[in-house]
């Protein structure tokens, strides 16, 4: 079996594009990852997720504990053949959704006791039940279980967790153990503090990692703090290993980033956009739900060349919103998730050919222009 490995391919300013080569396939960086949280990219077959450019899809630990169960999964021989997704496959570890979602969380040394949010049963997590999860789910990548406070919070709070997140992360590590083929990647926490990230950062380095993510942002600081903290928080983790910002973000969000030096990203907006008349377009958001599309023949982005782009106009994407026809999740998602796609494969090529300032100009200028007759 081919081991897990990463390798730099051209760097522009601190942004970079190489590729990630896992036994279930390469993952091309920087990459955006669509989220599957229950083991499917909301209103897409898996095939049609791939058709978008996609190399890689995210799936949640929390919510395939609670059903239909690691277990059960398993048994029916991995996640990878029981969502028909042959390629590589990254896990969260659940301790976000224990913050965001579970009811009457307790959190110890030992883990997080919480009750589900779908029943009402009381369940356990630690690192170790974590890693046995996703081991049984058979991740490609595997996350490190970690604690997540909300932000804003005072820095006591936030060293506080940042240091059990650290203690996990060893704990993690020894029960992960040797996974030929798989990853295993820590979690940097400490908030907006430079110290406790960079604290953090050297644990991590400490005990040792396949890739790091940057986590705790996107958790209400907004755009102008989470680029601050980006200036300085991917510097502090090895270069020479995948960087992944969980759960960003929006396509500013995304560029900023990869800007910054981040390889991965994650977000629900996509496919959550698609569902509620939300497109995303080389030059901004349209709300296909407007009166102002009922007559438009015109396509959601005539620079598009997916489905919903080719083949059908915003009259009708608006006709079927308004009628809430489920063909228009399927194809505002899959537009979505195109221009996502398309906008990673643009900022590799910028990269690799050392003009990504030049690319980010654009893309700010053209979302600047806006939509014809949105205004």
């Given at each position: 079996?081919?081991?897990?490995?990463?390798?730099?391919?051209?760097?522009?300013?601190?942004?970079?594009?190489?590729?990630?080569?896992?036994?279930?396939?390469?993952?091309?960086?920087?990459?955006?990852?669509?989220?599957?949280?229950?083991?499917?990219?909301?209103?897409?077959?898996?095939?049609?997720?791939?058709?978008?450019?996609?190399?890689?899809?995210?799936?949640?630990?929390?919510?395939?504990?609670?059903?239909?169960?690691?277990?059960?999964?398993?048994?029916?021989?991995?996640?990878?053949?029981?969502?028909?997704?042959?390629?590589?496959?990254?896990?969260?570890?659940?301790?976000?959704?224990v913050m965001s979602l579970a009811e009457l969380r307790k959190l110890t040394e030992e883990g997080v006791t919480f009750k589900s949010h779908i029943d009402g049963s009381k369940h356990e997590l630690t690192p170790e039940r974590s890693m046995e999860i996703q081991k049984l789910l058979g991740s490609d990548i595997v996350m490190c279980f970690d604690e997540c406070p909300a932000l804003p919070a005072d820095r006591e709070r936030i060293a506080e967790s940042m240091?059990?997140?650290?203690?996990?992360?060893?704990?993690?590590?020894?029960?992960?153990?040797?996974?030929?083929?798989?990853?295993?990647?820590?979690?940097?926490?400490?908030?907006?503090?430079?110290?406790?990230?960079?604290?953090?950062?050297?644990?991590?380095?400490?005990?040792?990692?396949?890739?790091?993510?940057?986590?705790?942002?996107?958790?209400?600081?907004?755009?102008?703090?989470?680029?601050?903290?980006?200036?300085?928080?991917?510097?502090?983790?090895?270069?020479?290993?995948?960087?992944?910002?969980?759960?960003?973000?929006?396509?500013?969000?995304?560029?900023?980033?990869?800007?910054?030096?981040?390889?991965?990203?994650?977000?629900?907006?996509?496919?959550?956009?698609?569902?509620?008349?939300?497109?995303?377009?080389?030059?901004?958001?349209?709300?296909?739900?407007?009166?102002?599309?009922?007559?438009?023949?015109?396509?959601?982005?005539?620079?598009?060349?997916?489905?919903?782009?080719?083949?059908?106009?915003?009259?009708?994407?608006?006709?079927?919103?308004?009628?809430?026809?489920?063909?228009?999740?399927?194809?505002?998602?899959?537009?979505?998730?195109?221009?996502?796609?398309?906008?990673?494969?643009?900022?590799?090529?910028?990269?690799?050919?050392?003009?990504?300032?030049?690319?980010?100009?654009?893309?700010?200028?053209?979302?600047?222009?806006?939509?014809?007759?949105?205004?």
């Open positions: 079996m081919s081991t897990f490995s990463f390798s730099l391919n051209a760097t522009d300013g601190r942004a970079r594009t190489g590729v990630i080569s896992t036994p279930r396939g390469d993952i091309r960086t920087p990459a955006f990852m669509p989220v599957g949280t229950a083991a499917t990219v909301k209103a897409m077959m898996p095939e049609s997720v791939r058709a978008t450019g996609a190399d890689i899809l995210l799936g949640n630990t929390y919510h395939l504990m609670l059903r239909p169960t690691a277990e059960r999964i398993n048994a029916l021989g991995g996640l990878h053949k029981f969502m028909n997704w042959e390629r590589p496959i990254l896990t969260d570890s659940g301790g976000f959704q240091r059990l997140s650290m203690r996990w992360a060893a704990r993690s590590k020894d029960a992960f153990g040797e996974r030929p083929g798989h990853a295993l990647f820590g979690i940097q926490q400490g908030g907006l503090e430079e110290d406790l990230r960079a604290e953090s950062a050297e644990a991590l380095r400490g005990i040792g990692f396949d890739g790091y993510a940057v986590g705790g942002l996107a958790v209400g600081e907004g755009q102008e703090a989470m680029f601050a903290c980006l200036d300085y928080a991917p510097e502090q983790l090895p270069s020479d290993k995948p960087r992944y910002l969980m759960g960003v973000g929006k396509p500013d969000d995304i560029v900023g980033a990869v800007k910054r030096g981040i390889d991965m990203m994650d977000c629900v907006l996509p496919s959550r956009s698609g569902r509620t008349g939300q497109a995303w377009t080389h030059r901004g958001q349209v709300n296909i739900k407007n009166a102002r599309h009922a007559d438009d023949p015109r396509p959601l982005d005539e620079a598009c060349t997916c489905p919903a782009c080719s083949n059908y106009s915003r009259a009708y994407l608006h006709h079927v919103f308004r009628s809430q026809e489920i063909i228009s999740s399927m194809l505002l998602t899959w537009h979505n998730l195109h221009y996502y796609q398309e906008l990673m494969a643009e900022m590799r090529a910028a990269i690799a050919a050392g003009r990504f300032a030049e690319f980010e100009a654009q893309f700010h200028a053209m979302r600047a222009e806006g939509d014809i007759d949105t205004l």
